[in-house]
């Protein structure tokens, strides 16, 4: 036990971590008041030596002013699983301005997971971190260590890449967490593929009216029809539609929206930089996964850009062809389903080259008509009621992705405006057509 004097962090920069300061001569791993691991890293030569530095949040709750004089002990983690299996937070905003924050359970988890990776948590603790440049704070409520789910007398573990947590937030706390699942339901399998999902919907999934609607729900029906029939374990089917008219975002959400315990995308993001034989060992992989699950689903997203395929020079590739024509048509193992969804922009080279009729079925995701647009601004509420007609009938006939477009560049010539100016719209998009 050593006694070191309180002081703030070497700068406000340092503050946004899950760590205490201290000077490069005063040791390293300890832990203060029961709560804050110091990591060897983190030690600078800012501090002086004997002083400890630490944030507004960890002051506070060390119920402890700068100048103080506070215990500091040596932590050294238990030589069994010090793993938490669990952690449940509270969440609160650091800066209530009366703005709400919509958080994703999914995706705050993996920058936990990450930021916080090999950190000790304990019951009480309070952590100051930054999110998508927001900061936020979180109590740990409570915690269980891997294989010791039961015991409730540990109270502290560290998080590691498995880590599940689940977040609470009170009412006025202004934040809203979705995605928020329990952690029997889903594999560690789901939970990576679920994040891969969720970048492809970065702009969530909204309403684009009755021909969009149509395909969605057919596809829904499929992944129901994959669950209860007694037919084939494998169904496939290929969402076609222009670029950008919202093919990844349906199939994504599907694959979210799906209780089946293996979901995983595969598109050329998730195979960046691998070499061709290295893409198809990983298609395989993912396949044989998707067997060993009871009910799965893989997407294969911009079925003609994963083949490779440019208008000139070598088409695509043949390797990578040959390999989907193989997966396509093979059945899972018994007691076992697969659903398979393709998207393409590209549906008349698939024809050429046969890869289309391996798809049992083809469903249309087509650009937005005026009315579409209309519902997809309504939701947005970017317009003036009297301009909402004026700007979807500039809209009529354009992909989903085009719409944002023109909708993000005349936001951002708005600055401090409410509503954009339908002149202004116009032009823009009158700019994106002519280049
Ligand atoms: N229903 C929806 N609600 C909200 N945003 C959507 C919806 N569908 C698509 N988007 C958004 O529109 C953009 C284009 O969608 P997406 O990438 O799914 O289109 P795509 O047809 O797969 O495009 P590409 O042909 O280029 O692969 C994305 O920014 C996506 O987040």
Request: hydrophobic share 40%; proline share 4%.
């Amino acid at each position: 036990m050593a006694t070191l004097i309180l002081t703030n962090t070497p700068t406000k920069a340092h503050n946004y971590a899950n760590v205490a300061y201290c000077s490069f001569n005063d040791s390293p791993n300890f832990l203060v008041s029961g709560s804050y691991v110091l990591i060897g890293d983190a030690t600078v030569n800012e501090i002086p030596r004997g002083h400890i530095g630490l944030n507004d949040v960890q002051r506070r709750n060390a119920k402890a002013f700068n100048g103080d004089s506070v215990s500091v002990s040596r932590f050294l983690p238990p030589p069994e699983n010090f793993n938490l299996a669990l952690l449940s937070v509270e969440l609160e905003l650091a800066n209530k301005d009366g703005k709400d924050e919509l958080v994703d359970a999914i995706l705050f988890s993996k920058h936990i997971r990450e930021y916080f990776l090999s950190h000790v948590m304990t019951t009480g603790q309070r952590v100051l971190l930054k999110y998508n440049e927001i900061g936020y704070i979180f109590t740990v409520n409570q915690v269980a260590v891997q294989g010791k789910e039961k015991t409730n007398r540990i109270e502290r573990g560290m998080i590691s890449a498995d880590t599940h947590i689940i977040y609470e937030a009170p009412l006025s706390s202004g934040i809203q967490i979705f995605n928020q699942r329990e952690p029997t339901n889903i594999s560690k399998d789901k939970e990576s593929g679920l994040v891969d999902l969720e970048r492809c919907r970065l702009n969530g999934f909204i309403n684009c009216g009755s021909r969009h609607d149509h395909t969605y729900r057919r596809i829904r029906l499929l992944t129901e029809k994959v669950k209860v029939s007694e037919g084939s374990p494998l169904v496939t089917c290929l969402l076609e539609g222009p670029r950008g008219s919202g093919k990844t975002a349906m199939a994504a959400t599907i694959g979210i929206e799906s209780d089946f315990p293996y979901v995983k995308i595969i598109s050329d993001e998730t195979m960046i930089e691998l070499s061709e034989p290295a893409k198809c060992a990983q298609i395989v992989k993912i396949f044989e996964d998707a067997y060993k699950s009871p009910l799965s689903i893989i997407i294969l997203d911009d079925v003609e850009r994963l083949l490779e395929y440019v208008v000139t020079g070598p088409r695509f590739s043949d390797l990578i062809y040959r390999t989907f024509l193989v997966l396509l048509k093979r059945l899972p193992p018994k007691g076992k389903k697969l659903l398979v969804i393709g998207t393409t922009s590209g549906v008349k080279f698939l024809d050429s080259v046969g890869i289309r009729d391996a798809f049992a079925l083809t469903y249309n995701v087509p650009t937005l008509k005026k009315e579409d647009a209309k519902k997809v601004l309504q939701r947005l509420n970017v317009f003036s009621s009297q301009d909402l007609d004026s700007a979807a009938e500039a809209l009529n006939d354009m992909p989903l992705k085009k719409l944002y477009l023109a909708i993000e560049m005349a936001a951002d010539g708005e600055k401090g405006e409410e509503k954009i100016n339908i002149l202004h719209f116009r032009d823009i998009l009158r700019d994106m057509v002519q280049n």
